[in-house]
């Protein structure tokens, strides 16, 4: 029989595109939503519920003529916020066993739990960091990495215990289709808009959100069970993703990229004039304590047990621009 694949925060950028990806193959899905979403995946069946209220998700698992269900769990919070929110917790933690439980009462044939490489300890910098097995949220930095590790644990636990379970841990994602606010999606925003002025020394990993889709999918029937996958792509340097914005658009050249330590000073001041604004703040404490770890991800893994591939981030860049000017956001 055909699978039934289920996503939940199916409205979200990455769930959207896993969304658009199983539809066009011709799969069914069910595409789990918050009350009152204005952006709704299409092709779908779509059902309200928070995850945080069990009762609320469980007509999203019945119905199913005893056809396997395959759960993809992307709903949560990420946040780079420096304040405790008791929210993220709750959708993070609480969210992600409400989840599993319903798995195993359901049966679920398999459940991929979409975690984070914020999960994962930082090594010493010039060291590659790769798939652990045990996760404490003791050992990582942030209340978003902190929860995401809790509820991987969870995860983990559950999988030892017979559930078809795997984990993917992507890193910072990019790419089209966007409708909220990532944190590069903004980034790209801002400097087509001409707000932004200057950077900042440092880098992270960035992926496509169409690549971390298709590893997930592929997930859903290759990974193994209990198996933790990373869908990194490379390190970039913030001044080398502004430097492929100004060849692809031609807007202006960033000249000015300010040190870390004088950035940390402004963080707060930047997260007041971002909250004011009701926008996605670039720089908070978090943010910038990410941009100066290490984020050297190895995605090794997921390539040869998966088939995982990355494309070029200038490609990604391009669609993302076209994306937003379809959109009428630039």
Known sequence: MENIYLITGAAGHLGSVITRQLVNSGKEVRGLIVPNEKNPPEGAQIYVGDICDKESVRPFFENTDGRPLVVIHCAGIVSIATKY????YDVNVTGTKNIVDLCREYGASKLVYVSTVHAIPELPHGATITEITEFDPGRVVGLYAKTKAEATAYVLDAAKSGLNASVVHPSGIAGPYDKGCGH????VIDYCKRRLTSGVIGGYDFVDVRDVASGIISACARGARGACYILSNKYFQIKEILSMLYNVTGVRKIR???PIWFVKLIAPLAELYYKILKQTPLFTAYSIYTLA?????????ATAELGYTTRDMKETLIDTINWLKKEKRI
Request: charged share 5%; proline share 0%.
């Open 293 to 301: 770890s290490n984020a050297q991800f190895s995605h090794q893994k």
């Open 85 to 88: 929110n008791q929210a993220i």
């Open 184 to 187: 590069l999606t903004t980034l």
């Open 256 to 258: 000015s990229f300010l």
